[in-house]
T-cell receptor
């Protein structure tokens, strides 16, 4: 595709509900990242994939957060038993290079509101 | 610890005046430094990276290893520069990018 696509754009979840957020990276991009951006803050790293391998999940805030990229393209970020503190914009980014000095291309994000 | 500090949450500058957005970093080693920008209702996008020593939209940033700074500068501000600016760093090779909290630049007419 022309860019990184994320869906849904907006999600309202009741506390305790499970949610799944989807990311379609740019075709052929090897590296894929998930970030969480709370209101008024910069993006915070969650997890990183190189193809289908999840190489770094050090930023996932709890075991309620789970990410996968089974075929090395589309990725899903799943949050179980959502809490109010999970409310944030979830950003996906991809990069064609393994080495990151080229920077990333970001999607528009999914705004999650937990009520 | 790896950290990016942007001391100003908001910077207001008159059109035509010089702009300097401050960024300091903490990193053990030689990081890659970036500036990202987010215009209203648009996605986060790369503005420039120190390794390429480029000037984009009139903006430049010089890496000062002694002061561990990577300030973003533009000699004459334009109204279309109003946006949220994030300084960021990564380690060399495959590594996550760490972002600062961002500075909102507001250009006054």
């Amino acid at each position: 595709g022309a860019g990184v696509s994320q869906s849904p754009r907006y999600k309202v979840a009741k506390r305790g509900q499970d949610v799944a957020l989807r990311c379609d990276p740019i075709s052929g991009h090897v590296s894929l990242f998930w970030y969480q951006q709370a209101l008024g803050q910069g993006p915070e790293f969650l997890t990183y994939f190189q193809n289908e391998a999840q190489l770094d999940k050090s930023g996932l805030p709890s075991d309620r957060f789970f990410a996968e990229r089974p075929e090395g393209s589309v990725s899903t970020l799943k949050i179980q038993r959502t809490q109010q503190e999970d409310s944030a914009v979830y950003l996906c980014a991809s990069s064609h290079a393994v080495q990151l000095n080229y920077g990333y291309t970001f999607g528009s994000g999914t705004r999650l509101t937990v009520v | 610890a790896q950290r990016v500090t942007q001391p100003e949450k908001l910077l207001s500058v008159f059109k035509g005046a010089p702009v300097e957005l401050k960024c300091n970093y903490s990193y053990s080693g030689s990081p890659e430094l970036f500036w990202y920008v987010q215009y209203s209702r648009q996605r986060l996008q790369l503005l420039l990276r120190h390794i390429s020593r480029e000037s984009i939209k009139g903006f430049t940033a010089d890496l000062n290893k002694g002061e561990t700074s990577f300030h973003l500068k533009k000699p004459f501000a334009q109204e279309e520069d109003s946006a949220m600016y994030y300084c960021a760093l990564s380690g060399r090779g495959a590594d996550k990018i760490i972002f600062g909290k961002g500075t909102r630049l507001h250009i006054l007419p």
